[in-house]
């Protein structure tokens, strides 16, 4: 069994739909849970970052962890066609390490 | 915020010569740098962990003598793919932290190495 688990899509939506892209994890030490968009060819560029369990927004990204089900999600409100990328989770416990979902891959069509 | 280059960006060599990648943080100094590859459709995988000052920690299986890392400065680290061959073409990728507690890390554009 994989640490990290992601359904690697792809996810195609309408634009302007609510989008949910999700991760588990087997690892009960991870407190460290980030989401990064990929585009073709291109290093994974940051979106969010939570400590522990709970919620955090950002404009329209929210991330959710809970920890007691080991499960993550990343919700895109009113989504563009320039949301179409590779969405990434990973996750670290109290070292450096990350470890990498495989990635989603979204395409918001207009 | 906290930008990190990587260059070059694509770089096609010949089996058996040695390429060198170079991750730059921009505005802030990086202690640690990390170098990752990336397969198509496959998840980002650690390579090793680039200490400044001091040799890089290499995940299992990485072989050491064949990726090189040096991290020089607090503002500069670099791979080098020593006798390279087809197998080794892949996604290279670096990132660092700009902040020792901070677990957001900043990656580079990544550098698509194509050995021929």
């Known amino acids: 069994q994989k640490e990290v688990e992601q359904d690697p899509g792809p996810l195609s939506v309408p634009e302007g739909a609510i989008v949910s892209l999700n991760c588990t994890y087997s690892n009960s030490a991870f407190q460290y849970f980030m989401w990064y968009r990929q585009y073709s060819r291109k290093g994974p560029e940051l979106l969010m970052y939570t400590y522990s369990s709970g919620n955090k927004e950002d404009g329209r990204f929210t991330a959710q962890v809970d920890k007691s089900s080991k499960y993550i999600s990343l919700f895109i409100r009113d989504s563009q066609p320039s949301d179409s990328a590779t969405y990434l989770c990973a996750m670290a416990s109290g070292t450096y390490k990350y470890i990498f979902g495989t990635g989603t891959r979204l395409k918001v069509l207009a | 915020g906290a930008v990190v280059s990587q260059h070059p960006s694509r770089v096609i060599c010949k089996s058996g010569t040695s390429v060198k990648i170079e991750c730059r943080s921009l505005d802030f100094q990086a202690t640690t740098m990390f170098w990752y590859r990336q397969f198509p459709k496959q998840s980002l995988m650690l390579m090793a962990t680039s200490n400044e000052g001091s040799k890089a920690t290499y995940e299992q299986g990485v072989e050491k003598d064949k990726f090189l890392i040096n991290h020089a400065s607090l503002t500069l680290s670099t791979l080098t793919v020593t006798s390279a061959h087809p197998e080794d073409s892949s996604f290279y990728i670096c990132?660092?932290?700009?902040?020792?507690?901070?677990?957001?890390?900043?990656f580079g554009s990544g550098t698509r190495l194509t050995v021929v």
């Open positions: 990132s660092a932290r700009d902040r020792p507690a901070n677990y957001g890390y900043t």
